[in-house]
């Protein structure tokens, strides 16, 4: 299907999100991805003209569909992106993916994200609260820097409106912070996991993030004897 651009926002320091309108009706769940490939690589990239992206929009919000990613410099497929002007057009293929919330998961959820493995949390907090599930949801969410915190404003909200809803941000380069941060520091570890999970029974834990941030939260869960069944993962490469 093609998907016409029609906006762009800052999310973040380095961070934007890519709002598209799809030449047909699709359905996709919270969390899924799709395949993106550009017209035309502005900028030289050896991996080619084709990424996947998860659609950092909930199925409620849908269309337009919306796209986050962290650009990089050192991305030609990233430039490129970033560079397409209002109207562009570019081929989409999908929804796919397995790492998925739909109206079954019951929850209580603890969803714990690393830089820009937050895309699939958004989705899914989205529909949850859009749909008034009801479910009880943390987010546990690390980060170098403050300002590099996507979607701050909005799950600030969340939290401060939404009893069921809560949120633990922490930044890893505390000697590096410019920017007024009362937050936690540090990375995400096994007593960061303990102390927020004790509030909640039985809880499914969500993890999404770079494969290193992804293995570290793994083997924190096992430590914790937290069971297999209640663990589900993403590994973000390459982006």
């Not at 929009?57 to 397409?84: H, M, N, Q």
Request: a neutral charge; charged letters at 25%.
């Amino acid at each position: 299907m093609k998907f016409k651009l029609v906006d762009k926002k800052a999310e973040a320091k380095g961070t934007k999100s890519f709002f598209w309108e799809p030449d047909k009706r699709f359905e996709f769940l919270p969390g899924q991805y799709l395949y993106y490939t550009l017209p035309k690589l502005e900028f030289p990239d050896p991996r080619g003209a084709t990424r996947h992206f998860t659609i950092s929009a909930s199925p409620t919000e849908s269309p337009p569909v919306r796209l986050t990613t962290r650009i990089r410099e050192e991305s030609g497929y990233k430039k490129t992106l970033d560079s397409l002007p209002i109207g562009s057009f570019v081929e989409a293929e999908g929804p796919d993916g397995t790492f998925i919330l739909d109206t079954g998961d019951a929850g209580p959820h603890i969803f714990i994200a690393g830089g820009i493995g937050i895309t699939p949390f958004r989705s899914m907090i989205k529909f949850v609260l859009d749909k008034n599930l009801g479910y009880e949801m943390h987010l546990i969410y690390s980060n170098s820097l403050p300002e590099e915190i996507a979607f701050r404003e909005e799950f600030d909200h969340y939290a401060d409106l939404i009893p069921n809803f809560k949120i633990t941000s922490t930044v890893t380069k505390k000697d590096e912070i410019k920017t007024p941060w009362v937050g936690l520091t540090g990375r995400i570890d096994v007593n960061l996991i303990s102390k927020v999970a004790s509030s909640y029974q039985n809880p499914t834990f969500w993890v999404c993030g770079p494969p290193p941030m992804v293995d570290a939260i793994e083997k924190a869960l096992s430590e914790l004897k937290i069971s297999s069944s209640q663990i589900r993962t993403e590994k973000f490469t390459g982006y």
